[in-house]
């Protein structure tokens, strides 16, 4: 049996895609082991999540550091500690660098509550809202130097309901974060992923060219 891909995991917050993760592994849905949990913030609730379940963690406050990169350079000492492969970023409110993207080439993942290139930045359930979307969704990709840029893995959409606000819509989507994320790992754990430009293909992974999603739903009835 393969070894467990070694994932780092990097937050800022409460830490619902680490866990979601946790469950995963657990469950042997996802082949990989978590070999740390690291934040920026000391009261991060991710950070107790990674206690509860034995999950080594480390806490690097980025104000004690001169810049970005010298920021990135600690990450990147703790997580070759940690014997990292994947580093995965889980409301990670922080902007890598090349120091952290240059150590793990191709080898590092976000996610985001948007069908990206829409909505990019902070708040997109809002900005989605406000544009008067009929659709949003969620994004895992690959990060490069720009935000929320980078080649993308997966997509799922979600509708947007006549009567969501933002945390009703948030809800919905994190329930797709969850999946969406623990799929996208296993597809790397597998060796199932190549990039190619910014295309990113997945070997063997199912494909509907009649799938859609409307919304709000379209009659099925069609003009003679």
């Not at 206690?51 to 997580?79: C, K, N, Q």
């Not at 902007?95 to 976000?110: C, D, H, K």
């Not at 997109?124 to 080649?151: W, Y």
């Not at 199932?192 to 509907?208: E, F, K």
Request: proline share 6%; no cysteine.
């Amino acid at each position: 049996m393969a070894r467990p891909l070694a994932l780092g995991v990097l937050l800022s917050g409460g830490g619902t895609n680490l866990q979601a993760l946790i469950d995963a592994i657990a469950a042997r849905a996802l082949d990989a082991r978590i070999g740390v949990v690291v934040s920026n913030q000391a009261a991060a609730g991710g950070l107790a999540r990674a206690r509860t379940h034995g999950i080594p963690s480390v806490v690097v406050p980025h104000g004690d550091f001169p810049s970005r990169a010298a920021f990135d350079t600690r990450l990147v000492e703790v997580l070759h500690a940690h014997g990292v492969e994947l580093v995965v970023l889980a409301g990670f409110m922080r902007l890598v660098t090349p120091v952290l993207l240059g150590a793990f080439p191709a080898r590092v993942l976000n996610i985001h509550p948007a069908l990206l290139p829409s909505f990019p930045g902070l708040h997109a359930e809002r900005q989605a809202l406000e544009h008067g979307a009929r659709v949003t969704g969620v994004t895992v990709h690959f990060v490069d130097e720009h935000a929320d840029h980078g080649p993308i893995i997966l997509q799922i959409a979600v509708p947007i309901l006549p009567d969501d606000d933002e945390e009703r819509l948030h809800l919905r989507i994190q329930r797709q974060e969850h999946r969406a994320y623990a799929q996208a790992i296993q597809w790397i754990a597998e060796g199932r992923i190549r990039i190619d430009g910014r295309h990113v293909l997945v070997d063997g992974a199912p494909i509907d060219a009649d799938a859609t999603l409307a919304s709000p739903g379209v009659s099925q009835r069609t003009s003679s």
